[in-house]
Every structure is written in structure tokens, then in C-alpha cells.
């Protein structure tokens, strides 16, 4: 059940994307607003989650095909939420 973006979101990088994703949540969490606006901006923020979720299988796919091209050779390692590398993989 795939639906077409609007070309304003087609167009967006991931981090646009997710930037105005956030922006429409807070905006959505706030409330206050009319209800045809909240469901215009949550049907907005559906999309916009969409644009980030085809970015990020885009992105994931390229890794996996650079990884197959070096043979396996590259490595993976667990990043903590501060995105520090850990050497030997533990938490």
C-alpha cells in the first residue's frame, strides 16, 4: 500500500526530511489547533516518515553492495548513543 508523496517531500534530503518530521511532531504535540490542520499535518508527517524510511533502506542497500564489492572485508562496529565507536564491540 504505497502512496504517492506530494514532489515537495520527493524532493527532500533525509535530513530535511527528518528535520520537518520533527517540526510537525512537536507541532502535533503542542496541539491547540483545528482538527483539519492536525490531520493535515499528521498526513504530512506520515509522508514525511515514509521520504525518511525509503532514504534510510536506499542508504542501507548501498552499504550492504560496498560491503559485498570489498569482499566482506569491512567490519562492523556497535556505536553507543554518542555515536563513539566501542574497540572491542561491549557496552
Not at 45 to 56: D, F, K, N, W
Amino acid at each position: 500500500m504505497t502512496t504517492q508523496m506530494p514532489p515537495d517531500i520527493a524532493n527532500l534530503t533525509f535530513d530535511e526530511a527528518l528535520a520537518e518530521l520533527q517540526r510537525t511532531v512537536a507541532e502535533l504535540e503542542a496541539g491547540g489547533g483545528p482538527l483539519e490542520a492536525s490531520i493535515a499535518g499528521y498526513e504530512r508527517g506520515v509522508a514525511l516518515h515514509e521520504r525518511c524510511a525509503v532514504l534510510l533502506a536506499d542508504a542501507e542497500l548501498r552499504v550492504r553492495r560496498l560491503v559485498e564489492r570489498a569482499g566482506g572485508a569491512l567490519e562492523a562496529v556497535e556505536l553507543r548513543a554518542d555515536d563513539e565507536a566501542l574497540p572491542d564491540g561491549s557496552g
